[in-house]
């Protein structure tokens, strides 16, 4: 079991990896953890796509993490244009999944003009930057956000602040005995991407 095609993008020794299984229009961009690679600790990633693509037939880019914060919005931007293009799809229906780090960069791709139909971001960090992402969210209403935590993860206890925000398009789903990277809990979190496509 692989990727379909994998590309690097930048100078070799600061580059972004990405994996991509071709499908339809609808196309899942995956944003892993800081410092996370494209295909996840078990293959979890790599899992997720192709469960994603077999189940629903949608197109899966799955996106490394190992650049500073701001730096590689932009290019997650290119690198979907580039699949677009590379592939000849179609009015691209766009969705999103994140991981810690991921998620934030998420937002801000959203922010910055990539217009997302639905988002999954889990444990999202909460501690950092609490009110610039609330704002962000804010700001694209007709996206709708499922917002996931584990009972473990060290943001659960902000979580009340999260929930008072008052975010229409944001729904939260709590996970019990989940930690921040659903050690031991791995299939339960490859699953938490069929909400995209439901």
Known sequence: MN???LYRIGPENDCIEYGCIVGSNRIVYIKVGMGGSYIGYEDKYLKMAR????NYGC???????PLPHGRSVALDQVIIQDLVKRYNIQNPEMFFF???NGCVKGIEM???GTQFTKMVLVNMPLMEDFHKNVERMKAIPETKIRAVYGEKDPSWKYLPFLELSNLKNVEIVKIPRADHNFKGMTERFIE????LMQ
């Not at 197109?59 to 993490?65: D, E």
């Open 192 to 195: 938490l991407a069929d909400w």
């Open 3 to 5: 990727f379909d095609e």
């Open 98 to 100: 994140g991981n810690s």
């Open 59 to 65: 197109s899966v880019i799955c996106v490394s993490n």
């Open 110 to 112: 959203a922010e910055s």
């Open 51 to 54: 469960r994603l693509n077999d």
